[in-house]
């Protein structure tokens, strides 16, 4: 771990600070737009935006660190989002929906950068094999974000700008993404882009890219992980309110959650040696099995917190699995184009999920929000079975 480069180590470093928006969007969002919406068919709206606006900034984002470099990229994302979150929390404290559903579309460009930080460790490797242990590290510093995101509900007494406590957890974001900024502003090195994307080969179709059975399931990896994990989780807050749960153990599962998707990072790149990638997406799609069944056995709290752990571990095996698969299926003059398509499938995927979460959970139930998520994942087992054994 030692050898790993710097900017890995930076990186990963920084995200509990640029990736908290995430962590504080999922577990807020839905029960602000419940609370501000105009319907309850809404009221994961703000969340959903949120993954809209990663998914449509995937693109730009690509073309505007290729342009101006990682660095001054992932700088100027992380200052924007500090000024987003303030408006998030004067739209709040308005009790504008439309507002603040707005705010979380401008959050989501933050989040589309975050996502790029991994191929930004990728590309300041040396060795190729050291790609697992540089993906997994900068999720590693999600942990952190796990909990930060959430307690900024608590943190943000201390920071009374708003008299809503919702207010005032967006106006405590506003402050560590500025932090975040700086971070990045004074240790990051910067990567040398355009060098790197000297052509080695002339360009292929993106046609004859896409025949690729590897890129398929890397993107189907990610694809299950994302969608799974969203559609559930995004309705874990406002179904557990339903049953009569407190917004505190609302707050300790989804902390608990995203811990569970980012701790197994630590051993991930172990497991992929010992078992190889192929496996572990079979073990993935397994514990995402896991979740559901639990998650089908009762609404008690420890219920919903054992599912989510579970989904949580099984999106950081397929995640990590599609990511490590990805680099196989491009040319080092491709990258930028199959890194966007990857993410924007991703966050198309996810937006959806999380999308369909409020509708089907008011329309149909916890329990056949569960039912349907069976479907990708058996998808994505058949897939791994097939490209396996070409």
Known sequence: ???????????????????????????????????????????TLP??????????????????????????????????S????????IAIEQE???????????????????????????????????HPSVVS?????GIAAAVVGPELLNVGQFV???????????????????????????GMKPISIREDSIKNGSDRPLSQVLKQPLLWLALGAGLTAYAVMAFLMTATPLAMQHHGHDIQSAKWVIQSHVVAMYLPSLITPLIIRRIGTFRLIFVGCMIMLGCIAIGLLGQSVHSYWWALVLLGIGWNFLFISGTTLLPGTYQPHERFRVQAINDFS?????????LSAGMVLFTQGWSWMLVASVFPVITLLL????????
């Open 383 to 390: 897939l791994n079975t097939v490209v396996k054994k070409r």
């Open 160 to 186: 009374p700008v708003f008299t809503s406590e919702y207010a005032n957890a967006y106006s405590a974001l506003g402050i560590i993404e500025l932090v975040g900024a700086v971070i990045l502003w004074v």
């Open 82 to 89: 500090s000024g987003v979150a303030f408006a998030a929390g």
């Open 47 to 80: 969340v959903t935006v949120l993954i809209i606006g990663v998914s449509l900034n995937i693109f730009p984002a690509a073309k505007i660190q290729h342009r101006f470099g990682r660095k001054n990229a992932f700088i100027a994302a992380a200052l924007i």
């Open 137 to 141: 590290l900068v999720l590693v510093g």
């Open 346 to 354: 991703i966050t198309a995927f996810q937006a959806a999920g999380s």
């Open 96 to 130: 504008a929906f439309w507002a603040f559903t707005a705010c979380s579309f401008m959050l989501g460009t933050q989040l589309a950068y975050v996502s790029q930080y991994r191929f930004a460790a990728i590309e300041s490797c040396k060795d190729p094999s050291q």
């Open 1 to 43: 771990m030692k050898s790993l480069p710097w900017n890995a180590w930076l990186l990963a470093l920084v995200q509990p600070f640029v990736l908290s928006v995430g962590a504080l969007s999922v577990f807020l969002g839905g029960i602000v737009g419940a609370q501000l919406q105009p319907t309850l068919e809404l009221a």
